[in-house]
């Protein structure tokens, strides 16, 4: 037997000159894809961590304005047609001067480059021309958006809409525990002031107490559940390394909900680190 298959018969691998065990290799915070997962019912789809905190953020801003799931749906089907829900900074031939999520022209009076290069301000747009549209909650997806986006390639939204539906259910808290993100650990210290100033930004105030690494938000029911997976969403930039609500953790190391004792109304969320 040739050395190179009698080590993978014994389970391991030369890298660079030294010798690794399989599992080791598996357990390898380099082999990590990060990614995130929303699983409704029978069907589960992916985002880059990048994706799912536009995401979250969209769904976000929905919550907080009253807007029904279905708004989420469309604006987040509509922005992965539109950017793969990335705040990119050009456009195409159809529009030279589209940016960000939305690819929003400034031309077609949707603000200027940089308010729709800022996600929290496109998102807004997004809405404020979609509850123009009648009946908007009942209209076939393509309808919905091409009525505010106006776009090229109209048919293409349709094609996005069930996983903008599966991860505006769970962003919107309307499907509990229905998002997982699979993440390194941080590299660095997390900010619990930054977590709870991101969360406020999108949901407007929430009333977060820090102590420590630890943020403790006063939230409860739907509005309690899409915070909770806002957080996981963001989990991979704000640094955060467990969510825990409604009777159930989010932990980062473990990926996946699992039972725990929590306060009725709250949320918790802790940071990676903080270090003296």
């Avoid at 404020?128 to 776009?151: C, F, M, N, W």
């Avoid at 903008?164 to 919107?172: E, K, M, N, V």
């Avoid at 930054?194 to 009333?207: I, N």
Wanted: net charge negative; glycine share 12%.
């Amino acid at each position: 037997m040739r050395t190179g298959a009698m080590l993978a018969a014994l389970g391991i691998v030369v890298v660079g000159g030294g010798v690794l065990a399989l599992d080791q290799l598996q357990d390898s915070e380099v082999l990590v894809r990060e990614r995130c997962s929303a699983t409704v019912g029978a069907d589960t789809f992916e985002l880059s961590p990048t994706q799912a905190g536009n995401a979250a953020l969209i769904s976000g801003v929905a919550v907080q304005r009253g807007l029904p799931a279905r708004a989420a749906s469309i604006a987040i089907a509509t922005a992965i047609q539109e950017s793969r829900l990335e705040n990119i900074g050009y456009g195409d031939d159809a529009g030279p001067d589209s940016r960000g999520l939305f690819q929003q022209r400034p031309s077609q009076g949707w603000g200027t480059e940089e308010q729709v290069m800022t996600p929290l301000y496109a998102t807004g747009a997004f809405y404020d021309a979609l509850v123009e549209v009648p009946g908007y909650e009942t209209l076939p997806i393509t309808e919905a958006a091409q009525t505010v986006q106006r776009s090229a390639y109209p048919e293409a939204y349709a094609d996005h809409e069930p996983e903008g539906r599966a991860f505006a259910s769970a962003l919107t808290g309307n499907s509990p525990a229905a998002l997982d993100c699979m993440l390194r650990e941080p590299a660095t210290d997390g900010d619990t002031l930054a977590v709870s100033d991101a969360a406020d930004e999108v949901f407007g105030p929430l009333g977060g107490v820090a102590d420590g690494k630890t943020l403790t938000l006063g939230v409860s029911g739907t509005t309690g559940w899409a915070a909770a997976q806002w957080a996981v969403a963001n989990a991979a930039h704000l640094h955060i390394t467990s969510v825990a609500y409604g009777g159930l953790a989010w932990v980062r190391s473990d990926g996946g909900w699992t039972p725990t004792p929590t306060d009725p109304g709250t949320l918790v969320v802790t940071v990676a680190g903080m270090t003296p």
